[in-house]
């Protein structure tokens, strides 16, 4: 157990609905970070947030958003689902914001569209 | 444009043969270079930051090292239990994320 919390682990749903998928980072750590992971895109950065603060942004579609809560949770919500949308999204938490102790990643929510 | 490349993208090994996985990288000032271990279904787990060239970090079978343009994942004497895509990952030239390859699919014989 990395100490990062995803839920739920599995979803699957139809296209053109929404869903939210929630993380809560290790104890003591205040970022967040999302990556979408599919076969052939390898793990893509999509967007950071630091003690509730957006801090940086990568190749977020905007039919995506995110945010974090002042309990330091964070949701990610994808909505307009498209067949494409299907893959494992990791949530990662770090202490500092930064990259230099590593990232802790949690186990991931796998989405299927159908 | 920051970049990460990783090869072999799979490489099967008769357990206790070695072998060495390579990370090139095109960034402008590196500021650190990371490996992780991902097992299937699970996220990457963190293993080593190397942060100038000429470091080496070791971690039981396994031995990072650093050059200017590149990065080298050594294992020594691997074990089944080694099985795991390996992931490299650098910082992006202009923020403060990190952008990873897209892995090393490790493959270890008994």
């Known amino acids: 157990d990395s100490g990062v919390t995803q839920t739920p682990k599995h979803l699957i749903t139809a296209t053109g609905q929404r869903v939210t998928l929630r993380c809560s980072p290790r104890s003591g750590d205040l970022s967040v970070y999302w990556y979408q992971q599919s076969l052939d895109q390898g793990l893509q950065f999509l967007i950071q947030?630091?003690?509730?603060?957006?801090?940086a942004k990568g190749n977020i579609l905007e039919r995506f958003s995110a945010q974090q809560f002042p309990d330091l949770h964070s949701e990610l919500n994808l909505s307009s689902l498209e067949l494409g949308d299907s893959a494992l999204y990791f949530c990662?938490?770090?202490?500092?914001?930064?990259?230099?102790?590593?990232?802790?990643f949690g186990s991931g929510t796998r989405l299927t569209v159908v | 444009e920051d970049q990460v490349t990783q090869s072999p993208e799979a490489l099967r090994l008769q357990e206790g043969e070695s072998s060495s996985l390579n990370c090139s990288y095109t960034v402008s000032g590196l500021r650190g270079l990371f490996w992780y271990r991902q097992d299937p279904g699970k996220g990457p787990e963190f293993l080593f930051t190397?942060?100038?060239a000429g470091e080496e970090k070791e971690k039981e079978r396994l031995k990072a090292t650093l050059t200017k343009k590149e990065s080298f994942l050594h294992i020594t004497a691997p074990k089944p239990e080694d099985s795991a895509t390996y992931l490299c990952?650098?910082?992006?030239?202009?923020?403060?994320?990190?952008?990873f390859g897209s892995g090393t699919r490790l493959s270890i014989r008994p």
């Open positions: 990952a650098v910082p992006y030239s202009s923020a403060s994320k990190i952008i």
């Open positions: 990662a938490s770090s202490p500092d914001g930064t990259y230099k102790a590593g990232y802790t």
């Open positions: 190397l942060y100038s």
């Open positions: 947030y630091y003690n509730g603060e957006e801090r």
